[in-house]
């Protein structure tokens, strides 16, 4: 099916490790997203790209990397992980350049999300 | 900084109307809308509403924006099991969007 695609669903971690969340779309969507999740602050922004090649940290930054290693994917990487890290973490892409997702035609389509548990 | 409050939960009948409450803080926001997360699925965009405009209705979706206390609201007319989701409220503007929590419906039959 057509979407945003996450991988893993699932995930535990010792606080040190490092692993990458991956997330890859089929609809040559220029821009792409990645938001973690966490009660009582809504969706917080980490990292986008507006384009294949370009990245600009969002509002939650630190900690993580990204990579827009073609116009399908973006993945995001935590070096070093942390229990403070434990979210659930969204990908989401658009169709547009920014964030005017209440526009149909340039709305965010988001995956399923990533369960993340650092211990 | 900018900030989308929601009620956490909201359990409702099947068939009486369902009323999802926001509030936000950025009073530059130009867009206020919803998105809709099924079990299982991504969030999808579900309405929105223009800063400028006190109501739209959109089949059983009536969006409700009062201005002056930054208060959005979403009701469903005749609500259905399968309406049952998490629904994300959210503002924004040409270089920013911030969600919500997120509010968790449950329609029991």
């Known amino acids: 099916n057509a979407g945003v695609t996450q991988t893993p669903k699932f995930q535990v971690l010792k606080t040190g490790q490092s692993m990458t969340l991956q997330c890859a779309q089929d609809?040559?969507?220029?821009?792409m997203y990645w938001y973690r999740q966490d009660p009582g602050m809504g969706l917080r922004l980490i990292y986008y790209s507006a384009s294949e090649g370009t990245t600009d940290k969002g509002e939650v930054p630190n900690g993580y990397n990204v990579s827009r290693l073609n116009k399908r994917e973006f993945s995001l990487r935590l070096e070093s992980a942390a229990p403070s890290q434990t979210s659930v973490y969204f990908c989401?892409?658009?169709?547009?350049?920014?964030?005017?997702?209440?526009?149909?035609?340039?709305?965010?389509?988001f995956g399923q999300g990533t369960r993340l548990t650092v211990v | 900084g900018e900030d989308v409050e929601q009620s956490l939960f909201l359990s409702v009948r099947e068939g009486d109307s369902s009323v999802i409450n926001c509030t936000y803080t950025d009073s530059s926001s130009t867009y206020l809308y919803w998105y809709k997360q099924e079990p299982g699925a991504g969030l999808q965009l579900l309405t929105y509403?223009?800063?400028?405009?006190d109501m739209k209705q959109d089949q059983r979706l009536t969006v409700l924006l009062n201005k002056k206390d930054k208060h959005l609201s979403l009701r469903i007319a005749d609500t259905q099991t399968g309406d049952s989701a998490i629904y994300f409220c959210a503002e924004g503007n040409a270089g920013k969007s911030t969600f919500g929590d997120g509010t968790t419906l449950t329609v029991k039959p």
């Open positions: 989401a892409s658009s169709a547009g350049t920014g964030h005017r997702f209440w526009v149909p035609g340039t709305e965010a389509f």
């Open positions: 609809m040559n969507h220029n821009s």
């Open positions: 509403i223009f800063s400028n405009m």
